[in-house]
């Protein structure tokens, strides 16, 4: 399909955005057979330099979409995630990936460039002849009828789809179609991160995914790239957040903020590029996205905080439900939108409300922290409770 400014093209089922989300998305209808085309605002489909956790739960997806082999050459698997005090450089618990935890989900956990994830699904979709990959193609607008969906872009094209589905990110323009005006929720926090060649950094564990947690602050690091690489995300609550200004979360607030912490975490954050910063958004969870044939998948329904390190992940989980769902409903888009969302929607949003309170136990300040890190000391590293829901998902049925 190729969109030629002289009249709306028809497409099957048309995906918004290709990041993540949408590539998953067109890779799984794809695999059911379903032809796609995806939409993507950008003169090239690209991910930032940086890294992205990948737990059993979007293992086990990119497994259905036939890319466990390929991630495998790229990835990095850790032995543990370890929470380490960024003050007192103290050990305050674990949680162990080792062989009772690849039997319990049935997949590693993995840590990878995101660029790689996003190479490996790219060229799955170039290699199948239903996906149909559209760049330069900004959505700015849609219209219903009683049988097709019209999408217009900024640069005049425009194109008519049985179904579409809204891939395009946590400043969703499909969601103010869906939705409606909600707008992304601005947390106080902010991220610096960047990856290093893996040697810079003499000080980190190698093997393992590292939370430094401090008051208000934190640090990861782990390795990406086979080992190569370190990535590493150094986050703050800001001080001097004010709604009406963006001078805060500055470099200089990093600083502060970093300086007095222990000299792993100092020394680590030292290497972090400052040109570049990203203020963290969420959304309230929503109980319905869906408007007759349109719906919504990843950020764009479901922006969650980075805490659990799950977005991703659960974009991926979106991607094959959404696939199953018109596999069994073929003949109606708007049946499967709506059997899609009831499964997706009680398990974001509960990930959505627990990504906050992450953040909120790893950033605890003052008594509050002490409490905490008394209570992570007694646990043990193989000690699943607490993550049960979320890799597991899928994992017995
Ligand atoms: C600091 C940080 C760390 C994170 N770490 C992890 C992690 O370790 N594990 C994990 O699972 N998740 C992680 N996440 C979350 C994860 O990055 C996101 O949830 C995920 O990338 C969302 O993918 P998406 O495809 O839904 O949206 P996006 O990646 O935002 O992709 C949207 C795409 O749509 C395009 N687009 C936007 N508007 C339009 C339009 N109008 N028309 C056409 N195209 C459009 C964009 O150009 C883009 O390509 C992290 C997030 C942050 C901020």
């Not at 994830?117 to 799955?124: E, N």
């Not at 979709?125 to 049988?147: F, I, Y």
């Not at 990110?169 to 005006?181: E, L, P, Q």
């Not at 919504?296 to 905080?305: R, T």
Request: charged share 25%; proline share 4%; aromatic share 8%.
């Amino acid at each position: 399909v190729k969109a030629t400014g002289t009249g709306p093209e028809r497409v099957e089922t048309l995906v918004v955005g290709g990041g993540i989300g949408g590539l998953a998305t067109a890779l799984a209808l794809s695999r059911e057979g379903m032809p796609v085309c995806v939409l993507e605002q950008a003169h090239e489909f690209g991910e930032i330099g940086a890294g992205i956790q990948l737990a059993p739960n979007a293992l086990r997806m990119l497994e259905r979409l036939g890319l466990v082999d390929r991630i495998a050459a790229n990835a990095f698997y850790p032995r543990k995630a370890v929470l380490m005090s960024a003050v007192t450089g103290e050990r305050l618990t674990g949680l162990d990936f080792g062989v009772r935890f690849r039997e319990t989900y049935g997949y590693p956990y993995i840590v990878m460039h995101r660029s790689d994830l996003l190479a490996a699904l790219l060229d799955a979709c170039r290699a199948s002849p239903l996906v149909t990959l559209c760049n330069d193609r900004m959505v700015h607008g849609l219209g219903q009828g009683a049988e097709e969906v019209v999408v217009a872009c900024a640069d005049g094209s425009t194109y008519r789809a049985r179904a579409v589905v809204g891939a395009d990110g946590i400043w969703s323009a499909v969601r103010r179609f869906t939705v409606g005006d909600d707008e992304p929720v601005r947390s106080r926090d902010v991220a610096y991160r960047d990856t290093v060649p893996i040697e810079a950094v003499p000080e980190h564990s190698g093997l393992d995914v590292v939370w430094w947690a401090g008051p208000r602050m934190h640090l990861i690091q782990y390795p990406i790239r086979r080992g190569e690489l370190l990535n590493q995300v150094a986050v703050f609550t800001s001080d001097r957040y004010g709604t009406d200004s963006e001078d805060w979360g500055t470099p200089e607030e990093l600083e502060e903020r970093f300086g007095a912490k222990h000299e792993h975490v100092r020394a680590g954050v030292r290497l972090i590029g400052r040109d570049r910063r990203w203020l963290l958004h969420d959304r309230e969870p929503v109980d319905n996205w869906t408007r007759g044939r349109v719906t919504l998948l990843g950020d764009a329904a479901h922006p969650m905080l980075q805490y659990l390190a799950q977005g991703a992940c659960m974009a991926l989980e979106d991607a094959v439900c959404l696939a199953d769902s018109l596999r069994a409903q073929a003949d109606d888009p708007a049946k499967a939108f709506l059997d899609y969302q009831r499964e997706r929607i009680p398990r974001t949003s509960k990930a959505q409300r627990w990504a906050r309170r992450m953040g909120e136990l790893v950033h605890l300040d003052g008594m509050g922290a002490l409490l905490r890190d008394l209570v992570l000391r007694d646990r043990a590293d193989d000690d699943f409770t607490y993550v049960d829901w979320l890799y597991g998902y899928g994992a017995w049925e």
